[in-house]
């Protein structure tokens, strides 16, 4: 199947740095990728979807200033996580699939950020 | 809007054990459904999908899983549970025609005992 490479895998900061997560479809042309966040113990909360070339679409609640999303070619998004605060830390995981339109095709997801501010 | 019910946060069963893991969908129409493995620290991998066609799909690793219209469900199943099973599953639903992406159910942690 398709790869798709998520880096880093682990991060510490200090609470109020900037924190840059990226995403990388190493097989294919990924048109479309979305990042979700992951609580312990709960389940990927979907927090926005990239098309590339263009803005993302957030979901309801998820603060567009503080988790900045960057789709700027078909292999590469980045989620930069700015002004990090300790209510931050959460794991985070972009997926990625081919194709883009209204053709539902399968997403490839990355192997996930965990992410710590102190 | 689609949503998805795993009702069991957390089976346990021994290893060489048959296993079902629950997931209901609600949906107005067939929607396309999917099955995720995660292991402490990882990514989600795919165990298999249904689109359409036979309600019986084959996935990896040995799993299957059964699309009931009637009962908006889609089961997942292995005969015979292996040591390295021992994961959190996730039951994903997908509209068709949307280039949304999936809602996820709230996961079913897998337990194998010795």
């Known amino acids: 199947g398709a790869v798709v490479s998520q880096h880093p895998s682990r991060v510490i900061c200090k609470s109020g740095t900037s924190v840059k997560i990226e995403c990388r479809s190493l097989?294919?042309?990924?048109?479309?990728m979305f990042w979700y966040r992951q609580f312990p113990k709960q389940s990927l909360m979907l927090m926005a979807t990239?098309?590339?070339?263009?803005?993302?679409?957030?979901e309801q609640g998820v603060e567009k200033d503080k988790f900045l999303i960057n789709h700027a070619s078909l292999t590469l998004s980045t989620l930069t996580v700015t002004s990090a605060h300790p209510e931050d830390s959460s794991f985070y995981i972009c997926s990625a699939k081919a194709g883009g339109g209204e053709v539902f095709g399968e997403a490839f997801f990355g192997q996930g950020t965990r992410l710590t501010v102190v | 809007a689609q949503s998805v019910t795993q009702p069991d946060i957390h089976i346990t069963v021994s290893e060489g054990a048959s296993l079902e893991l629950r997931c209901n969908y609600s949906?107005?129409?067939?929607?396309?459904l999917f099955w995720y493995v995660q292991s402490p620290g990882q990514g989600l991998q795919l165990l298999l999908k249904y689109f359409s066609g036979d309600t019986l799909v084959q996935g990896i690793k040995g799993f299957e899983a059964e699309f009931k219209r009637s009962q908006s469900s889609f089961n997942l199943r292995k005969p015979s549970v292996h040591w390295s099973d021992a994961a959190e599953y996730f039951c994903?639903?997908?509209?068709?025609?949307?280039?949304?992406?999936?809602?996820f159910g709230s996961g079913t942690q897998l337990t194998v005992l010795p």
């Open positions: 990239s098309n590339e070339g263009s803005k993302a679409t957030y």
């Open positions: 949906y107005g129409a067939t929607p396309y």
């Open positions: 097989d294919f042309q990924a048109t479309t």
């Open positions: 994903a639903v997908g509209a068709p025609g949307s280039a949304r992406q999936l809602t």
